[in-house]
């Protein structure tokens, strides 16, 4: 059995559940993850688990990526890298707006 947000698209896509049941005999289930989790959450209060859920995943984000990043380049180039948190956010990498793209 595949359970699945039921706002979650593709898995929400009725074609994708009759392929998963034909070729791999997964059964998909629609749950609410949200109203399911609510009545388990103090005062019914999704705010605070998001932001211990946000937290776990900024700790794990640095833990296995950022931190081996910024040690790898460190002893490659002998400095700390710098990040522009204000460098211009871009849809679709291409060369032409590499230029636009700033690490300091």
Known sequence: MLFYQTEDFPVSNVHLAAT???YLKITTVAVNFTASLLDHLPSRE???FQR???TYVEYRSWVSVDKPFVEAYKDKFTFTP???PHAPRISHFSPRRASSIHLR
């Open 20 to 22: 998963l049941l034909k």
């Open 46 to 48: 999704f705010a605070a």
């Open 52 to 54: 211990a859920s946000n």
């Open 82 to 84: 710098t990040f522009n």
